[in-house]
């Protein structure tokens, strides 16, 4: 079945107990992307990636990393989480059209709570 | 900078009313994609539509409809004859192309509840 994955589905933890959230398709899209949603806020990305070794932020990169090794994963890293980071996180792929990325699929999002 | 906008934070209409959910976008680029996604209470996230810039043909999938208006930056859903079952968040997205085709905004969302 085609899908994207992502561990934890949800974590709760402490200031400054860096975390990473695993996100991995199987699906050989080019691009992934990792979002955040907050009441009120719609979604917001974090973080996207063309290709492999290829990343660029996108709207609210500030307290996360995140690397392409490997095509099929992408992980999101919190080196210091802090409470204002809580939230529902998404980790979305999509292969790249003619002209530029096609239509997102999803992860079933991870629930942090950071303390 | 990309924007979109959905005026409409909630909506609550009766089983088998039509309804409309309203997206305005702004953006610089000549081409682009526009998209509706829908999220149920179960969580996921949803695809339902994409459309070019360059295509500016309305369409009609059963109960749903979209009417892409580029004179006027807008990208409106309406559903007709709305059950309880569309009862969810509708968010309307917008991604680049070209060197930035990985970045995607999206607007806050749209709450609808159908009442049976």
């Known amino acids: 079945e085609a899908q994207v994955t992502q561990n934890p589905r949800y974590l709760i933890t402490v200031t400054g107990k860096k975390l990473t959230v695993t996100c991995s398709q199987n699906m050989n899209h080019e691009y992934m992307s990792w979002y955040r949603q907050d009441p009120g806020l719609g979604l917001r990305q974090i973080y996207y990636?063309?290709?492999?070794?290829?990343?660029d932020k996108g709207d609210v990169p500030e307290g996360y990393k995140v690397s392409r090794k490997e095509k099929r994963n992408f992980p999101l890293i919190l080196e210091s989480p802090s409470p204002n980071q809580t939230s529902l996180y998404f980790c979305?792929?999509?292969?790249?059209?003619?002209?530029?990325?096609?239509?997102?699929?999803f992860g079933a999002g991870s629930r942090l709570t950071v303390l | 900078a990309q924007k979109v906008t959905q005026a409409q934070t909630e909506i609550s209409v009766v089983e088998k009313e039509d309804v409309t959910l309203d997206c305005v976008y702004e953006t610089r680029d000549t081409t682009y994609y526009l998209f509706w996604y829908k999220q149920p209470p179960s969580g996921e996230l949803v695809f339902l539509i994409r459309r070019n810039s360059f295509d500016e043909q309305n369409e009609i999938s059963g109960r749903y409809s979209w009417n892409f208006q580029k004179s006027t930056s807008s990208f409106n859903f309406t559903i007709t004859a709305s059950q309880v079952v569309d009862s969810a968040v509708y968010f309307c997205a917008l991604s680049e192309t070209g060197t930035n085709a990985g970045k995607s905004t999206f607007g806050d969302g749209t709450t609808l509840t159908v009442k049976p």
């Open positions: 979305a792929s999509s292969f790249r059209g003619v002209t530029g990325a096609n239509v997102l699929t």
């Open positions: 990636s063309m290709n492999v070794e290829v990343t």
